[in-house]
């Protein structure tokens, strides 16, 4: 099938299924998650080709990871479907309903967007998150996975096609471009005719690509280089737990810690502690030159280990066992540092000090900013939404996770007994 026909048929199902009921839509996605788990040893046979075909290629660990499913991991994807089931279904809502002075009854509810668009890299659980999701708010979707992935993705998608096929509803309510080339992608970003918005996920490079390229309106999810501030009056044992629960935890994931920021009042005292802990994990330090001096005085990290960060190292999401570390006077100086080299993702505040806290908050432009907690939970599923999209980075329309308000638009409904405009 072209690229086409692939998305034709994506509009004309997506009129069908913008239209079912809730209780049809759930029974469709419960069969799909039950058949995933029924039919987890193929998906993981298919997915061992790609695994083996990323180590041939030298994949880093971190995309590996990424890759990766075994039954377990299928089995938390099945359950991410179940809790999209149990959330309650957005379309239909009425907003807002008022009556005008002409007695028109003018009102605002939440409809399908049509037909999305997801390009995305190495993640075979994206392929079951964007489907669900679409599926639940009445959308069809099509799906670009990147060739790292394809055995996968042809298999999972198989498995949901067959499933919505048990219920009596039509396979083509998800579709996969199995031609991986770039020239097809391109295609693909301009598809405006049929496709009503485009989500690209993966590293800065896809991104950037499609935000560029693409004719479709976007919705941008952004890398992550995310922060941890260890304010002055933090406790340590929660910091460094923090810390390694954020880089440590998964490497390959956007809302991993690739910097730390520390204040100097308690850097000296702090960082051997830290350094300890980061070494016992394989973590590379990458510190800025008063960070490396208290380090190599305390004799936590080997001189020669501690290597000194470069302006490259403060905005680079690493999705390595490497993090930069940063040393600053003051609350307002961890804000501006983050501000100035942050994506717009996830950051955290250590802190047992209510003021800063709350000028964290207040003064950090991040789609997520936590208080003494890791930025992993910059999750749909942690957020309960069942399961994301992806994190948009961008203030128009989407913010955050997007779970299954970010996949509606509205219309409005007019109700009149013959008024004509004078």
Request: proline share 3%; aromatic share 6%.
């Amino acid at each position: 099938m072209t690229l086409l026909e692939i998305c034709k048929r994506a509009k004309e199902v997506s009129r069908k299924i913008g239209n079912l009921d809730t209780d049809t839509k759930n029974t469709a996605l419960l069969a799909v998650a039950d058949l995933l788990v029924e039919e987890a040893a193929k998906i993981v046979e298919e997915n061992s080709k790609d695994l083996e075909r990323g180590r041939e290629n030298g994949m880093p660990k971190g995309l590996l990871d990424r890759l990766m499913l075994n039954k377990e991991r299928i089995v938390q994807i099945a359950e991410g479907l179940r809790q999209v089931v149990s959330l309650e279904d957005p379309i239909g809502e009425v907003l807002s309903m008022k009556k005008r002075p002409n007695g028109l009854r003018i009102g605002k509810k939440r409809v399908p967007i049509g037909v999305v668009g997801m390009i995305y890299e190495a993640r075979p659980n994206v392929t079951v998150d964007a489907f669900g999701l679409c599926f639940k708010t009445g959308n069809a979707v099509v799906l670009k996975g990147g060739s790292d992935a394809i055995c996968s993705n042809i298999a999972i998608v198989a498995v949901i096609k067959k499933a919505l096929t048990k219920v009596g509803l039509p396979a083509d309510a998800v579709s996969l471009i199995e031609d991986t080339s770039r020239e097809t992608a391109a295609e693909f970003m301009r598809m405006n005719d049929y496709i009503d918005v485009l989500i690209p996920r993966g590293g800065e490079g896809l991104i950037r690509a499609v935000v560029n390229q693409a004719t479709i309106p976007v919705i941008e999810t952004g890398t992550g280089n995310c922060h941890v501030f260890v304010d002055e009056t933090a406790d340590f044992d929660m910091a460094v737990k923090i810390i390694l629960n954020a880089k440590t935890q998964r490497i390959g994931v956007c809302n991993a810690c690739e910097s730390v920021v520390i204040h100097e009042k308690i850097a000296e005292f702090f960082l051997p502690i830290l350094a300890d802990e980061l070494r016992e994990h394989g973590v590379e330090i990458r510190a800025d030159e008063k960070s490396k001096r208290f380090l190599e005085r305390s004799g936590a990290y080997d001189a020669n280990a501690v290597k000194l960060a470069t302006e490259e190292d403060w905005g680079k999401e690493y999705l390595d066992y490497i993090i930069s570390i940063k040393t600053v006077a003051s609350v307002d100086a961890a804000i501006e540092h983050i501000n100035q080299y942050n994506t717009g993702h996830s950051e955290t505040i250590v802190t047992q000090h209510y003021a800063n806290a709350q000028k964290f908050l207040d003064e950090i432009d991040a789609a997520c900013v936590y208080v003494n907690a890791s930025t992993r939970f910059s999750d749909g599923f942690e957020f309960g939404f069942g399961a994301e999209i992806g994190i948009s980075t961008q203030k128009l329309h989407a913010r955050g996770p997007m779970g299954l308000e970010a996949l509606t638009s509205t219309k409005y409904i007019i109700y009149g007994d013959g008024q004509v405009r004078p």
